[in-house]
C-alpha cells in the first residue's frame, strides 16, 4: 500500500503485539501471508495491498486515516495508543503491599501490553467487580472495591 510511513507500521506493530497476536494468526485471520506482515510492520508498505493494510487495520481497531492526518498535521509520528494493565497476582513484584487500618492493599503499577513484564500473568484491564476503567491506586474510584485482594 502507498502513502504508509514506517511510523504507521511501526504502529501495527505496536498494536498487533499489545492484541498478543503473534504475526502467523494475524495473517491466518486476514489470509495473506507472515512474511508480508513482518515486511510491512519493518517499514515496506508496499508489501500488502490496501485491502490487506484495511483488513489488519480492522482487526487491531486502527484507524489508518486518523494516523495519517495526526502525523501529517503535528509533523510527529504517529501513535497508537495502547491500554494499560496491571498484574492480578498479589505475589507479583509488580504489586506492592501496604495496610491502611488494619486492612492490606496492593498498589498496583499500570504495564502496557497484554502480559506481566515481572510474571508473565495476563494483565486486568478493568475494575474486576464493576468493569469500570483502572486508575492508579488500590481501589477502583467508580465501585471503591480492590483491584487485588
Not at 58 to 75: A, H, T, V, W, Y
Amino acid at each position: 500500500m502507498q502513502n504508509v510511513s514506517k511510523t504507521i507500521c511501526q504502529a501495527f506493530k505496536d498494536a498487533r503485539r499489545a492484541l498478543g497476536l503473534s504475526q502467523s494468526v494475524l495473517a491466518d485471520e486476514i489470509g495473506c501471508h507472515q512474511e508480508a506482515i513482518s515486511m510491512f510492520e519493518r517499514g515496506n508498505a508496499t508489501k500488502l495491498s490496501e485491502e490487506y493494510v484495511s483488513r489488519i487495520a480492522k482487526r487491531l481497531g486502527i484507524d489508518i486515516k486518523k494516523l495519517q492526518d495526526e502525523e501529517e498535521n503535528s509533523g510527529k509520528p504517529a501513535e497508537v495508543s495502547v491500554s494499560v494493565g496491571y498484574c492480578p497476582d498479589c505475589e507479583c513484584p509488580s504489586n506492592s503491599p501496604y495496610t491502611v487500618g488494619g486492612r492490606s492493599f496492593y498498589r498496583i503499577t499500570l504495564q502496557k501490553g497484554i502480559y506481566c513484564a515481572h510474571c508473565g500473568e495476563v494483565l486486568e484491564k478493568r475494575c474486576p467487580s464493576c468493569g469500570a476503567a483502572l486508575n492508579e491506586g488500590a481501589c477502583c474510584t467508580m465501585c471503591g472495591s480492590r483491584y487485588i485482594t
